[in-house]
C-alpha cells in the first residue's frame, strides 16, 4: 500500500529550519518586548467576509489564491492568508481601542494561499505579524522599521535592502487614478486579460500583476508618489527623518506598492537578492483607514509581517551549539538500573544526558553517541558498579578518566 503523502504545497518543517525558525522567534520576541509588544493567538479560520472587506475583492489574494470553502453549517470559511485582518478583528472584538490610546500587538503562525508553489513559497507558510494601532506620527513608521534592522542585525543578516514608499491618502490616489487610467487607456493592447478587466475597477491593482509583458508597461507608468497631496508628503519626509536619526538604511522605491487595498501612505519591504526574482522576505506598511473599515472607530495602524520561511534561508549557517551534550552508556542489568537516577539528576542540573534504548552492544552505544555529537560518553558496566565507579570519556581528545558513581552529585564530578 502507497503511504500518504502531504498536500502539494504543504510540507513538514524540521532539521536546522526549525531551529532558524526558533532563532527568528527568539531575535524578534527580544525586540517586542523591549519596545513594548504584547502577544496575541489568534483563529486560524474566519469568516470569509473578514478578508474580502480587509484585504479588497479585486485583489490576486482574495480572487485567486485563498482556501475558501462551505462549512457544515453552510457558512462560508477561508483559512487566513494573512495575519493583519484577523488582528484587526480581534482589537475590535476585544474593544482594545476602547481600554488603550495605543496598542502594540504580535501574533505568529501559520497562513495559506494557494499560490504555485516556488522556492521558499509554499501555500501553507508561516509568519511573524506585527501590529501598532493609534498612532497616526511617522515616528509608529520608523520605530517599526528600526526594530525590523535590530532584529536583522541579531540574526547577522548583512545582505538586505530596505525599500520604502509612500501610497498616499485616497486623496491623492483620486489625482492618480486619472493620470494612471489615460496612461493604461493608450497602452491596453500591452496588458493582460485581468489588467484589462482591473481597468475599470481598481486599476492601481496592475501594480501587482506578475506577468511580464504587463511588467514593461508598468515601469513606464506613472507613479503615485509624483501625485501626493501635501499631508502624505509631509508625512513621508518625517518618516525618513526619523529613520534617518535610528541610523536605519533604507532606498526610496517609488514604484513598490502592495498587493492588498488597505495600505496608506507608507510602505515598505525588505528584500534580498540572495532570494532570487522574488526577493522580498519583510513587508508591510500604514493602514489608516482599515479599523474604520472593519465597523471601527477612525484608529490609525500600521504593521508589517516575517515571511519566516524565506528570512530562514538568509540566516547564515547555526553557530555551535551552547551546552555540552553527555552520553550515557551502559552494559549489563545492575548498571542499567542506573539510568533512570543518573538521567534524573543530570536533567535536575539542567545538563542535556542521551542514552541508547535498548542499550545493545558497547560499540553500537559508542557509535550512536558519535552520530549525536556527544561531547562525553559515561560508560558504566556492571564491572564499574561493582568498583563504584563511573568512566568519563572525552570525545574530542580520546581522553578517559574515572569518578565516583555517586548518583546525586554526578554531574558535578563529570565536569571536574
Ligand atoms: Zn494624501
Ligand atoms: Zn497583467
Redesign the pocket.
Known amino acids: 500500500m502507497d503511504s500518504i503523502k502531504a498536500l502539494r504545497g504543504f510540507r513538514d518543517i524540521y532539521g536546522e529550519e526549525i531551529e532558524k525558525f526558533a532563532l527568528i522567534e527568539a531575535a524578534s520576541r527580544k525586540h517586542l518586548k523591549l519596545l513594548g509588544y504584547k502577544e496575541l493567538e489568534i483563529p486560524v479560520l474566519e469568516k470569509t467576509e473578514l478578508f474580502k472587506r480587509s484585504i479588497g475583492d479585486t485583489t490576486d489574494i482574495v480572487e485567486k489564491e485563498m482556501f475558501t470553502f462551505i462549512d457544515r453549517s453552510g457558512d462560508s470559511v477561508t483559512v487566513r492568508p494573512e495575519g493583519t485582518a484577523g488582528v484587526v478583528r480581534a482589537y475590535l472584538q476585544g474593544s482594545f481601542h476602547a481600554k488603550e490610546r495605543v496598542s502594540k500587538l504580535f501574533t505568529m503562525g501559520p497562513m495559506f494561499r494557494h499560490e504555485r508553489p516556488q522556492k521558499g513559497r509554499f501555500r501553507q507558510f508561516y509568519q511573524m505579524d506585527v501590529e501598532v494601532f493609534g498612532i497616526s506620527e511617522p515616528m509608529a513608521d520608523a520605530e517599526l522599521i528600526w526594530m525590523i534592522s535590530l532584529i536583522l542585525k541579531d540574526l547577522g543578516l548583512a545582505n538586505y535592502t530596505i525599500e520604502i514608499n509612500?501610497v498616499?491618502?485616497?486623496?491623492?490616489?483620486e489625482g492618480f487614478r486619472d493620470a494612471l487610467l489615460g496612461f493604461l487607456g493608450s497602452r491596453k493592447d500591452g496588458l493582460c486579460e485581468d489588467c484589462v478587466n482591473r481597468l475599470d475597477r481598481n486599476p492601481l491593482r496592475v501594480f501587482d500583476c506578475k506577468n511580464e509583458q504587463c511588467g514593461e508597461v508598468i515601469r513606464e507608468a506613472p507613479v503615485l508618489f509624483d501625485h501626493?497631496?501635501?499631508?502624505?508628503?509631509e508625512?513621508f519626509d518625517a518618516c525618513l527623518d526619523r529613520l534617518t536619526r535610528f541610523g536605519v538604511a533604507f532606498v526610496l522605491n517609488k514604484r513598490l506598492v502592495r498587493g492588498l487595498d488597505y495600505y496608506?501612505?507608507t510602505v515598505f519591504e525588505v528584500t534580498s537578492d540572495d532570494l532570487g526574482a522574488q526577493k522580498a522576505f519583510l513587508a508591510g506598511g500604514r493602514y489608516d483607514n482599515l479599523v474604520h473599515e472593519m465597523g471601527g472607530p477612525s484608529v490609525p495602524g500600521c504593521g508589517f509581517a516575517i515571511g519566516m520561511e524565506r528570512l530562514s534561508l538568509l540566516i547564515p549557517t547555526l553557530p555551535p551549539k551552547g551546552a555540552p551534550l553527555y552520553f550515557l552508556a551502559t552494559v549489563g542489568d545492575r548498571a542499567g538500573e542506573l539510568v533512570i537516577p543518573i538521567l534524573r539528576s543530570f536533567v535536575a542540573s539542567g545538563l542535556p544526558l542521551a542514552y541508547a534504548v535498548p542499550a545493545r552492544s558497547l560499540k553500537s552505544q559508542m557509535k550512536y553517541a558519535n552520530s549525536l555529537g556527544a561531547d562525553h560518553v559515561l560508560i558504566l558496566s556492571d564491572e564499574e558498579v561493582s568498583r563504584g565507579v563511573i568512566l568519563v570519556r572525552n570525545m574530542q581528545d580520546g581522553t578517559q578518566k574515572e569518578v565516583p558513581l555517586e548518583t546525586h552529585s554526578l554531574p558535578i564530578l563529570v565536569m571536574q
Open positions: 509612500s498616499g491618502c485616497r486623496e491623492c490616489r501626493l497631496c501635501s499631508g502624505c508628503k508625512h496608506t501612505r
